[in-house]
């Protein structure tokens, strides 16, 4: 039975890496996966699902005027699709989420989404607010705060490295301008 799955944390949790992970073991098995990424995320390359461990697997790039539902099925239709891959799902709209659940219940293909569950200003994306409420399965990977507690906030650095603690939502980066955190050390941060 397909269902969709959320598999959320902070950043430099490993995201990415799991998502290849996932689409290799398909793949081992003869099985064919549709991986997609958010065409806002260009840290790497466009159409490319990049992990920090230097592995990577081209992309179909999604942005707010696709439509998920169909562009899978016209996919599916064409060559049979066992696993829908999302990376960047916190990029995702609330209707693009809605169209996941269709893939899963229409489709019969399961969906493994993944993404950030808050910004830099700990508010929650809307993508993954509609994964939280919607996915069969969520599933936390943890990563650490330079305190070694678990890190489940992350600050968006300016150029001197200090907390940012306004600006608009997104803005597409890695380790030079983001950092997870702990809740103790994120609020000292950005809620002062």
């Not at 699709?81 to 999302?86: K, P």
């Not at 169209?99 to 993404?115: F, M, R």
């Not at 508010?123 to 069969?136: E, K, M, P, R, V």
């Not at 489940?152 to 907390?163: E, L, M, P």
Request: some cysteine; proline content about 1%; hydrophobic content about 40%.
């Amino acid at each position: 039975m397909a269902q969709l799955y959320f598999y959320y944390s902070s950043m430099n949790a490993g995201k990415s890496t799991h998502l290849l992970q996932s689409s290799y073991n398909y793949q081992e098995r003869g099985l064919v996966t549709a991986i997609y990424t958010a065409k806002i995320d260009d840290r790497f390359a466009k159409g490319k699902v990049a992990s920090r461990l230097g592995i990577d697997a081209d992309a179909f790039l999604f942005d707010e005027k696709i439509n998920l539902f169909k562009d899978v099925d016209q996919k599916h239709q064409a060559e049979k699709i066992d696993c829908v891959l999302i990376d960047e799902a916190q990029f995702l709209s609330t209707e693009q989420v809605k169209q996941l659940t269709d893939i899963v219940d229409l489709l019969h293909i399961p969906v493994l989404a993944y993404g950030i569950r808050t910004d830099f200003l700990g508010q929650t994306f809307s993508g993954s607010a509609a994964l939280l409420a919607w996915a069969d399965k969520l599933v936390e990977l943890k990563t650490i705060c330079h305190c070694g507690r678990k890190a489940n906030f992350v600050i968006r650095q300016d150029a001197n490295g200090k907390a940012v603690q306004n600006g608009e939502q997104v803005e597409v980066g890695g380790n030079e301008r983001y950092e997870p955190l702990c809740r103790a050390h994120f609020k000292q941060l950005v809620w002062l």
